[in-house]
């Protein structure tokens, strides 16, 4: 019986976390590792807003993304390319960024993107 309850506690407990409510991690500053490169997160009703900080001259937009767990995406313009970022928290203040799309395939920033992430740091509420 105490493995059996053991184990639906443990159950219960993995689903718990699964279900948690993510969005207040992203709300912040965050910097990319080794770069002064830096936005600010705002997070509403699941609704991710990115505001430039610290571009280093790199002229981008954005569209509003959306969080889903412990994922955050958006859509991204630079230099006559669009793609989808996906980011993904490994902790409350560290999070993993790379390209999930990025048309057309062709163009130089999308080779360069292709199968690379960049670690980003949050460095204030």
Known sequence: MRVLTLALLLALGSQA??????????????NAEG????VEVTV?????????LESLGFQWSS???????????FEVDYAGVSGVIRARLEDAST???FAR??????????VLA???????RKISD
């Open 114 to 120: 292709r199968d690379r992430q960049a670690r980003f």
């Open 101 to 110: 799309t990025c048309v057309p395939d062709f163009m130089v920033v999308c």
């Open 17 to 30: 976390r699964a279900a948690e409510d993510y969005a207040h991690y992203w709300n912040g500053v965050w």
């Open 95 to 97: 999070a993993i960024v």
């Open 44 to 52: 509403t009703d699941g609704r991710v807003e990115l505001r430039q």
């Open 63 to 73: 569209s509003a993304g959306r969080v889903a767990g412990s994922i955050m995406e």
């Open 35 to 38: 770069t002064l490169f830096s």
